[in-house]
């Protein structure tokens, strides 16, 4: 299974930027696909380069999303606080297929 990375730009270095992982750990990431980003903005990166710019509700709730799976590999079967935003609500169809239903 391959997972992106969410990781926020420190520094501009060109067609490259220097970002940061949620440990802090820094790498340098191609830039060529999202473009130049200024320090501050969240990035997915996989395999050493940028492939969507986030911002930061999306970058956030990748970051509780790869804490779960973290939390479920120690051995964690509660992990409804790091979905604050699913738990506790049914499911809704899209605005689009909400019309055709009876």
């Known amino acids: 299974m391959c997972i992106g990375e969410v990781l926020r730009v420190v ?17 340098r990431v191609d830039m060529v696909l999202v473009g ?23 970058a956030a709730r990748m970051r509780a999303a790869r804490q779960a799976l973290a939390a479920v590999r120690a051995g964690a079967a509660d992990v409804d606080a790091y979905f604050a935003d699913l738990a506790g609500r049914e499911p809704r ?10």
Request: glycine share 14%; net charge negative; hydrophobic share 35%.
């Open 11 to 27: 520094a501009d270095d060109g067609s490259f930027a220097w970002c940061e992982d949620e440990h802090g750990a820094r790498q």
């Open 93 to 102: 169809l899209p605005a689009h297929l909400e019309k055709g239903r009876t």
């Open 36 to 58: 130049n980003q200024p320090a501050g903005t969240w990035v997915l990166g996989f395999h050493g380069a940028a492939r969507e710019v986030l911002d930061e509700g999306e």
